[in-house]
């Protein structure tokens, strides 16, 4: 018998649960015919994958070694099922996914002309955190993420299109409001600090609270929201303080004040990520959009590519 992509499938399931019952669960099959299956396959590679009195269900060193490479055929026979779908398909589609925060950027003006210029692409969004889109990107479930966590993944290629500056957001009548258009995040310690997303992690929250934690800096009380727009609202009713990108002047209130962060390095970055082997038409028009925009609007960055 020589082993099929559905082996390494069972054998993966079953080491991430370390039960073989849960992993039948995942899989929806009976837990016999998943322990014939894992045998088989033990057999085939001559050697045991799972140490079996173990509680719960341990690799051994050579299913450790296994586990690692099943997961990236897994995750490659994935990308090449996506790629080829998009590829066979008559209407062309390219899915995108989100971060919230990048909708008051330039992101809706890029959307909006590239459905103009490429009107046979049928273009389908969906919001979600930049950890979501990893997994939505190995899966096939999106083509490409606009998110800002530096996460690393073989599979996946991140281009940083631009560092957007950090700003803060004030409750109008703070006493910070007036004064210096400019503030430090060390006259920042004594309000509560709202941060998002709550979850999962790790999230544009960690981004805001490394940079108090690399001057040393704790933040009075810190309270985590599941949204930006939670945060903001929070911070409209006097809750506490929200550092936010830049881009959110743009969503204009008159119950909320921004000010500048005067620190060196704080900044988000917006970064594009598409599957590792992924260099498709649409992609590439996609990225070549987005570099005539900023060239329009003088916007600084440094050229990436597929």
Known sequence: MAFELRHLKYFVTVAEEKNFTRAAERLFIAQP???????????????ELFERGSRPLELTETGKFFFAHAQQLLSHAAEIKAMTKRVSQINRTLSIGYVAS???????????????????????????????????LKEGVIDVGFGRIKHE????????????????????GHALAEGSDRLQLKSLINDTLIVYPKAPRPSFADQVLSAFHDRALTPKKIIEVRELQIAIGLVAAGEGIAIVPNSLIGMKRDDI??????????????????????????????????YRIYDEEQIPYVRGTL
Do not use: C, F, W
Request: proline share 4%.
């Open 257 to 290: 004040i921004y000010k500048d962060l005067n620190e060196r390095h704080a900044y988000s970055p917006i970064i594009m990520s598409v599957r590792a082997m992924d260099q498709s038409e649409e992609i590439r028009n996609l990225l070549d959009l987005i």
């Open 102 to 136: 990048t909708l008051y950027g330039k992101l809706p003006k890029i959307i909006r002309l590239y459905r103009y210029e490429h009107n046979a692409v049928d273009l389908q969004l969906h919001e979600m955190t930049t950890v979501e889109q990893i997994k939505a």
């Open 33 to 47: 015919p998943l322990s014939r299956q894992i045998k088989q396959l033990e057999d085939e590679l001559g050697t």
């Open 153 to 172: 993944d073989q599979n996946v290629h991140r281009i940083v299109l631009r560092e957007e500056r950090l700003i803060v957001a004030l409750p109008i």
